[in-house]
């Protein structure tokens, strides 16, 4: 079966986008990533893209006046690749409703928690500052409302009361590359189907075990 072609949107570090790649080496991965994007030029994640050999580029926002224009330059990277699916991997551009529209349901990104609980920036230190015990995070279909589109699927983790937002961002970043690439692997199935505003998983048994924290003495 063809693998599903995807384009990954970047801005910084790229950890997201290393865990991506690697999923991808394996040829029964039914995704293969064909181009990465970054709004910055000095993210270091365009290095992992580089180092796979993966076609990089970076679009400076910056340079453009408004963000239809450097979106317009994004979609067309993404377009010459022949994108089925576009990944966002800690991109930190808030994108206008058109570029959405163009990718609805070809779009998907990762947030660093349960949503839709702490959506937005700092989550980490809203977590400690909430007292949750447990938090984690979501990989959701991009709609307009920043943080809030169909649940593909989440991973938790504990939250323990010595934790600093930086502990739990380890954390949380960990479960993050464990996540991503499994649910990109459904998208790229066809497994996944929008219903409301929620997403079915086709063929997927659901799963027993709970995290319990304070654990059980
Ligand atoms: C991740 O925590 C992601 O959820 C958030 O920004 C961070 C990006 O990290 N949106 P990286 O660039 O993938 O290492």
């Known amino acids: 079966m063809a693998r599903m072609r995807v384009g990954v949107l970047i801005s910084g570090r790229g ?14 991965y039914p995704a293969e990533i064909v181009t990465v994007i970054s709004n910055r030029p000095e993210a270091q994640g365009l290095e992992y893209a580089e180092e796979a050999g993966i076609p990089n580029e970076a679009i400076d926002h910056t340079l453009f006046a408004g963000r239809p224009g450097f ?33 609805r349901e070809r779009l998907i990104n990762v947030h660093p928690s349960l949503l839709p609980a702490f959506p937005g920036l700092h989550t980490h230190a809203g977590a400690i ?68 505003h929620a997403v079915r998983i086709a063929g997927k048994p659901e799963s027993e075990p709970i995290l319990l924290n304070p654990a059980e003495e």
């Open 71 to 103: 979106e317009g330059a994004v979609s067309e990277t993404l377009r010459e690749a022949e994108v089925d699916l576009v990944c966002l991997a800690g991109f930190m551009r808030v994108l206008t409703a058109d570029f959405i529209e163009r990718w």
């Open 129 to 196: 500052a909430a007292g949750v015990k447990i938090s984690g995070c979501t990989v959701h279909y991009v709609s307009e409302k920043v943080d809030s589109g169909p649940i593909i699927g989440q991973a938790a983790v504990p939250v323990f009361s010595t934790d600093t937002a930086d502990a739990l961002a380890a954390r949380v970043l960990n479960a993050e590359h464990r996540l991503y690439p499994h649910c990109l692997a459904l998208v790229a199935q066809g497994r996944t189907r929008i219903v409301g």
């Open 15 to 28: 950890s997201n986008l290393k865990a991506l790649i690697d999923a991808a080496r394996d040829p029964d």
